[in-house]
């Protein structure tokens, strides 16, 4: 069985004042073309569909369009699940109509997915709350999916114990995944689990949350979890989320990555979606597959106006963020012609050497190309004359996520 495994779309989202439609367009084609060339049997694209709980329309076509050209009408499953950009209610509004076309929507972790067949082939054999197995056309064994959407710490508890909210989360999970993969994730089938969550090596340092991604770790999120956490019979975890594709401590738990750049977190980053082949009984084989659409997103430090203008005529196709070392402030003149000389300029960041004379006193300069955090921080300790501390910092993130979502 061949599974194509995506995630993190985050269709309608802009970089700044920058729309990426026309490059979601075209990797969303070249998925397509991807799932088609590969001949694969069924699609998992592991939440963040789109970026905002109301997306914009011409995000909302493009991701029907897209889902629809995956089915294969009707004879390829595709299976989406929310993530925490999501809302759950709109993911499974289309459910009644999307499954007449083979697509399965999950919004929430206690989720039902209602039987249906298809003159394909394709139907639901077996179904519960976060489970569901399926016949494949042409398949001889049957595919069981692990379904867990996104839900904040609090929703997850009350979804899966809610008699007993003062278990640790990763147990919670771990006891209601073994429970579903005993009572039906034997060896007769191929058995995966889909998940948007934060899930890294025990005692590893965590990787990092894309830069403008509303955190669900920590900050009234879910607790990271760990591999071991995933019941044995499960053979692969398709994971949603961090947007770097990678292996999460384990060879058959893996982040697919979103298919294009988002931040400039992530200037130089190669893309991919997995092509995931599995038999029954067998260890999951996992093949990258590059996208070649999208922008490059990069950053460059130039020293001086010469050295700006030249490094943008050599890369043009791009989107740029541009920190350019000067003696004093850039004239209105200078903005213009470096404006003029790359359409794809996200943001220009002045680095004045030596700082700004300003009454005879030294003004400190602002480094612009720090994150939020670490501006806040600069901030707080600047006012009140100390660090501020873990909780401050929590409260100032959840801020901003919570603008971010507005």
């Known amino acids: 069985m061949k599974l194509l495994h995506t995630s993190d779309w985050h269709?309608?989202?802009?970089?700044?004042d920058f729309s990426r439609i026309a490059e979601q367009q075209a990797v969303m084609n070249e998925i397509c073309e991807i799932a088609e060339r590969e001949n694969v049997d069924a699609v998992l694209v592991a939440g963040d569909l789109f970026d905002t709980f109301n997306p914009p329309t011409e995000a909302v076509d493009l991701f029907y369009k897209t889902l629809k050209r995956l089915s294969k009408n009707g004879q390829r499953p595709v299976i989406a699940i929310a993530g925490n950009h999501d809302s759950p209610d709109r993911i499974e509004a289309p459910d009644p109509l999307a499954r007449e076309c083979?697509?399965?929507?999950?919004?929430?972790?206690?989720?039902?997915?209602?039987?249906f067949?298809?003159?394909?082939?394709?139907?639901?054999?077996?179904?519960?709350?976060?489970f569901f197995e399926l016949q494949l056309p042409d398949q001889p064994v049957p595919l069981r999916v692990l379904s867990t959407p996104y839900a904040s710490e609090i929703r997850l508890k009350t979804y899966l114990s809610p008699e007993d909210s003062e278990e640790e989360l990763r147990q919670l999970l771990q006891k209601n995944w073994q429970l579903l993969a005993d009572k039906y994730c034997d060896s007769g089938g191929v058995n995966v689990l889909v998940t948007h969550l934060f899930v890294a090596s025990k005692g590893a340092d965590l990787p990092d949350e894309p830069d403008d991604e509303k955190p669900i770790l920590h900050v009234g999120g879910a607790q990271v979890v760990y591999p071991e956490n995933i019941p044995q019979q499960v053979q692969y975890t398709a994971l949603g989320h961090l947007h770097r594709m990678h292996s999460a401590g384990k060879s058959s738990v893996y982040y697919s990555?979103?298919?294009?750049?988002?931040?400039?977190?992530?200037?130089?980053q190669q893309k991919y979606v997995l092509v995931v082949e599995i038999e029954p009984q067998q260890e999951a084989r996992v093949r990258e597959i590059e996208l070649m659409q999208g922008k490059k997103l990069l950053r460059k430090r130039a020293e001086g106006m010469d050295e700006a203008l030249a490094w943008l005529v050599e890369n043009q196709d791009s989107l740029v963020e541009l920190t350019l070392v000067t003696d004093t402030f850039l004239t209105a003149m200078e903005r213009k012609t470096i404006a003029a000389a790359h359409s794809g300029i996200i943001a220009i960041i002045p680095e004045i050497q030596g700082g700004i004379e300003s009454n005879s006193a030294r003004t400190k300069n602002i480094d612009l190309s720090k994150s939020m955090d670490e501006l806040f921080a600069d901030y707080f300790r600047?006012?009140?004359?100390?660090?501020?501390?873990?909780e401050i910092m929590k409260l100032f993130t959840e801020i901003m996520a919570e603008e971010g979502e507005r």
């Open 102 to 115: 083979g697509i399965i929507f999950a919004g929430y972790p206690n989720s039902v997915v209602q039987p």
């Open 257 to 268: 990555g979103s298919p294009l750049s988002y931040s400039f977190a992530e200037a130089n």
């Open 11 to 16: 269709l309608g989202k802009r970089l700044e």
């Open 117 to 130: 067949e298809l003159e394909s082939g394709l139907k639901i054999i077996r179904s519960e709350a976060g």
């Open 382 to 390: 600047h006012k009140k004359g100390q660090e501020p501390n873990d």
